[in-house]
C-alpha cells in the first residue's frame, strides 16, 4: 500500500506542474498490468471539445473466475451531450462477459453544470471498488474491498470528462483526463465524500446521520478485543448515533478471544478527527483515530491487511459508514469540509 500511496502523491505534483502550463493533465492509472489500453475518445465516439459528460454508468460484479473468487468492477462507461443537445454512449471499459455474476448498471446522470471532478476507490490487480466525485455529490463506493485505497483528483479548475487506462473482462486499471474548466476557477471542493470502506460483506449496512455545521464529534467510544467489537461517536449537542457493532464472539478469535471494557475518548473543542487506520480483513481487526492533535489507539489487534483513510486538506470526519452486526464488520470515512 505503502507504494501505492507513493505512487498517487508524485501523481498529484505532476499533475500541478503541469497545469501551470497545459490545458490538458492526465493522472494515473491505478490498478493492475492485465487487460487492453483505452482511452475515451481514440476508440469509440469522437468527444469534441464542447461536448459535456452528461452521466456515467458502472456495473459491480461477482466474479467467481478470478483467482480468488472476488468482488470487482466489471466495467465503466461514460455517457455524452452534444452542443445540440444529442446524447450519446462512449465506449465501454469491461466486459458484459457471463464469466461473473451480473449485477445491474448502476446509472447516474450529472446536472447541467455539475462536473466531475475526481475518483477513488481500491485497486490491486484491477479496480476492485470506485466512486465518483462531482461538485455536487459523490457517486458510490461501488464495488468490493479488496486493493489498497486510490484518490485522483482534478486540480483546481478542471474537470474530467475522459478516462483512460486498461481492460478486457473486468476494469483492470483506471486513470483521469483532466482539462480546463472556467466555472471552476474559484471551485473549492465538494461539501463531503465517502472514501472507503475497509473491511469485510458480513452484517448490516450503515452510515451516520448528517449533522450541522457547528456540531463537532465529541467523543470517540471503542469496544475491542482481539477485534474491533464496535465504534460510535459522541456530538456537541449530546447527539450520539447507534453504536455500529456489538460486543463480539468469541469465536472472532483463534485463542478464544476476550472483552476489553469500552473505552471513552474526549476530543478538545478545538481537536478535529482527520481519519482512521489500521488493519482489516474479514472484519476490522484493529483501528485507530487519527486528529489533528494526536492518534487515538489502536485498539484490536494486528491481522487482516493495512489501511488508511485520511480526509483531504481542509476535511474533516464526523461520521462513519460501512457494516457491522456482532463486530465492526468493515468501516469507511464520510469527509466533509471545515
Not at 226 to 239: A, K, P, T
Not at 258 to 268: D, E, G, K, M, R
Not at 320 to 330: E, H, K, T, Y
Request: with cysteine; aromatic share 10%.
Amino acid at each position: 500500500m505503502t507504494k501505492t500511496v507513493g505512487m498517487i502523491c508524485v501523481f498529484a505534483l505532476c499533475s500541478l506542474i503541469l497545469a501551470a502550463c497545459n490545458s490538458v493533465v492526465r493522472l494515473g492509472p491505478v490498478g493492475g498490468p492485465g487487460g487492453n489500453d483505452f482511452e475515451d475518445g481514440k476508440q469509440g465516439p469522437t468527444i469534441a471539445p464542447h461536448t459535456r459528460l452528461s452521466g456515467i454508468a458502472i456495473n459491480p460484479s461477482s466474479c467467481l473466475v478470478l483467482d480468488p473468487p472476488a468482488r470487482v468492477i466489471r466495467h465503466i462507461q461514460n455517457q455524452y451531450t452534444d452542443p445540440a443537445g444529442q446524447r450519446f454512449l462512449g465506449e465501454k471499459h469491461g466486459s458484459n462477459e457471463t464469466t461473473c455474476f451480473y449485477v445491474p448498471a448502476l446509472p447516474k446522470p450529472l446536472e447541467q453544470g455539475e462536473f466531475v471532478t475526481g475518483i477513488y476507490g481500491r485497486a490491486g490487480s484491477f479496480i476492485d471498488s470506485i466512486s465518483i466525485m462531482t461538485t455536487k455529490s459523490t457517486i458510490g463506493p461501488i464495488g468490493g474491498s479488496g486493493g489498497d485505497p486510490f484518490f485522483l483528483q482534478a486540480p483546481a479548475g478542471y474537470k474530467i470528462r475522459k478516462f483512460f487506462g486498461r481492460s478486457a473482462a473486468v476494469l483492470d486499471a483506471i486513470g483521469i483526463i483532466a482539462e480546463e474548466e472556467p466555472a471552476l476557477k474559484n471551485y473549492v471542493g465538494p461539501p463531503w465524500y465517502r472514501l472507503g470502506a475497509a473491511g469485510g460483506w458480513d452484517g448490516a449496512a450503515f452510515e451516520d446521520p448528517p449533522v450541522g455545521f457547528d456540531i463537532r464529534v465529541s467523543k470517540i467510544i471503542v469496544g475491542q478485543s482481539c477485534v474491533v467489537n464496535f465504534v460510535q461517536f459522541e456530538y456537541s449537542n449530546g447527539q450520539s448515533p447507534v453504536r455500529h457493532g456489538g460486543y463480539g464472539l468469541t469465536s472472532e478469535c483463534p485463542t478464544g478471544g476476550y472483552i476489553i471494557a469500552p473505552q471513552t475518548f474526549t476530543l478538545a473543542s478545538d481537536e478535529f478527527i482527520k481519519g482512521i487506520r489500521g488493519n482489516a480483513g474479514k472484519v476490522i481487526d484493529q483501528i485507530e483515530f487519527v486528529t489533528n492533535k494526536r492518534t487515538i489507539g489502536p485498539f484490536g489487534e494486528e491481522g487482516g491487511h493495512p489501511f488508511n483513510l485520511m480526509a483531504a486538506d481542509g476535511y474533516q470526519v464526523r461520521r462513519l459508514f460501512g457494516r457491522s452486526g456482532v463486530v465492526l464488520d468493515a468501516v469507511g470515512i464520510v469527509a466533509e469540509r471545515r
